[in-house]
């Protein structure tokens, strides 16, 4: 698994290109960990190239998340495929979240 990464801005961007399952779900949830702690509480996630998300992975974006608010940021998503919003519905964590259509989209929303 990849994760393709850019700035805009204050903004960090973080594109993961596979499935967030078992130990890529592992890697994924650290490395957005470690960029939730860096200087910048903004962090956006495109799934657009995340076909499916398991419990680890959903644990991850979580801690993900409340790391950021704690800080006074959020975690925001773009791109979210039907069937990983569905396991956000259905799991009933999408209100943790702020979905997103496009990057620019959720960049320009931490205006």
């Given at each position: 698994?990849?994760?393709?990464?850019?700035?805009?801005?204050?903004?960090?961007?973080?594109?993961?290109?596979?499935?967030?399952?078992?130990?890529?779900?592992?890697?994924?949830?650290?490395?957005?960990?470690?960029?939730?702690?860096?200087?910048?509480?903004?962090l956006v996630v495109g799934m657009e190239e995340v076909p499916y998300v398991d419990s680890t992975a959903l644990e991850g974006l979580l801690t993900v998340a409340e790391a950021?608010?704690?800080?006074?940021?959020?975690?925001?998503?773009?791109?979210?495929?039907?069937?990983?919003?569905?396991?956000?519905?259905?799991?009933?964590?999408?209100?943790?979240?702020?979905?997103?259509?496009?990057?620019?989209?959720?960049?320009?929303?931490?205006?």
């Amino acid at each position: 698994m990849k994760i393709d990464h850019q700035t805009y801005g204050t903004v960090d961007v973080c594109m993961p290109t596979a499935a967030l399952v078992d130990e890529d779900a592992e890697r994924a949830s650290a490395h957005l960990l470690a960029r939730a702690e860096g200087a910048n509480p903004r962090l956006v996630v495109g799934m657009e190239e995340v076909p499916y998300v398991d419990s680890t992975a959903l644990e991850g974006l979580l801690t993900v998340a409340e790391a950021l608010q704690s800080r006074g940021g959020r975690l925001k998503l773009v791109g979210v495929t039907a069937t990983c919003r569905e396991v956000f519905e259905i799991t009933g964590l999408s209100h943790h979240f702020q979905f997103f259509e496009t990057v620019e989209d959720a960049v320009r929303s931490f205006l």
